[in-house]
């Protein structure tokens, strides 16, 4: 498999700290040629309000998009996330990205009391929301009757800057919302399979990862050149650190050592490794697109800018 899409590079927020602070990162990440920012959307742990955190981003910098990594859809009606999503477009003046999953970290369901349904369930009530939330971005006025939303007559608020509709990323690990990615979002980020009881299969090894991009590419046919495929980093690490790292998270998941060295999910190695890494990748499985915690942010900057937009 082999993919002209050029590379980008997606820095994923989760400590605000101060404003001055959180502007300066958006600006470094900007000046080292990160594409976008994003914020996760956790009550749990102490995570900034998406919407605002965004705009904040966006008015520090002038080039770097911003966008979520991802929305809970179980926490707002579609109505309202189409329209915040709309307002943060226009005023971003088009650099905003919706990225939306179907939930997967309990805990933000039974500190706050919100229904935590059947996996199938949570499935099919953001099916039917991305629905509402694309035709509304589109300009349409809705008229919708669905197992979990209804709605009526219902008109855009607000329109955004990019048309036909903002970029959509749907988060997506098991069969059912893969395939859903396939036939309806932009990008497409392969992720952990959600366990029914809440949490994550730690199926990061490359046949699992190769296993759903060739269930997208077979769902989306046609479509599948017009799909950028991301991947969520979960750790980078230098050369230096490469051993004890993997002795580490070999331990903690009780997974073999070279499981993380071929891993999608992580990278060890100096910059040139590393790109030599992801080049390859992008070969074999059509990635091309990388977040990354700020945590690994630093480890993963020299890499940044030897292959941003390349």
């Known amino acids: 498999m082999t993919s002209k899409r050029p590379f980008r590079f997606g820095l994923v927020v989760t400590d605000i700290g101060s404003a001055s602070a959180f502007r300066e990162r958006a600006q470094q990440a900007e000046a080292l040629g990160y594409n976008i920012l994003l914020v996760p959307d956790h009550i749990v742990g102490g995570r900034a309000g998406w919407a605002p955190a965004l705009m904040a981003a966006a ?3 002038t080039t770097l998009r911003v966008g979520t990594n991802v929305i809970d859809n179980d926490f707002r009606h579609p109505a309202f996330v189409a ?6 477009d226009l005023l971003s003046e088009g650099r905003f990205e919706l990225g939306i999953g179907a939930g997967w970290m ?7 009391g919100i229904s935590w349904d059947a996996p199938g369930v949570r499935a099919g009530r953001m099916e039917e929301a991305v629905e509402i939330i694309i035709r509304l971005l589109r300009g349409e006025t809705v008229t919708f009757s669905g197992t979990h939303y209804t709605v009526t007559d219902l008109p855009p608020s607000i329109l955004p800057a990019q048309q036909p509709h903002v970029p959509l990323m749907i988060g997506a690990g098991g069969p059912r ?5 396939a036939k309806h979002a932009d990008i497409v980020s392969t992720v952990f399979t959600s366990r029914r009881e809440g949490g994550l299969e730690l199926d990061f090894d490359t046949a699992s990862v190769a296993a759903k991009v060739e269930r997208v590419r077979a769902t989306a046919g046609e479509r599948f050149d017009q799909i950028e495929l991301n991947t969520l980093l979960q750790g980078v690490f230098t050369a230096e650190l490469r051993d004890a790292a993997v002795n580490d ?3 903690a998941m009780n997974t073999a050592p070279e499981v993380f060295f071929d891993s999608p999910y992580f990278l060890f190695g100096s910059p040139d490794e590393i790109a030599d890494t992801l080049e390859r990748r992008r070969d074999e499985l059509g990635i091309t697109y990388y977040s990354v915690f700020d945590r690994h942010w630093e480890a ?3 890499v940044v800018e030897r292959l941003a937009g390349k």
């Open 106 to 112: 309990r805990e933000d369901y039974t500190t706050t």
């Open 300 to 302: 993963l900057s020299p």
């Open 249 to 251: 998270l070999s331990a």
């Open 83 to 88: 329209q915040d999503a709309a307002t943060l």
């Open 59 to 61: 008015a520090a910098t």
């Open 177 to 181: 919302m893969l395939a859903f990615a």
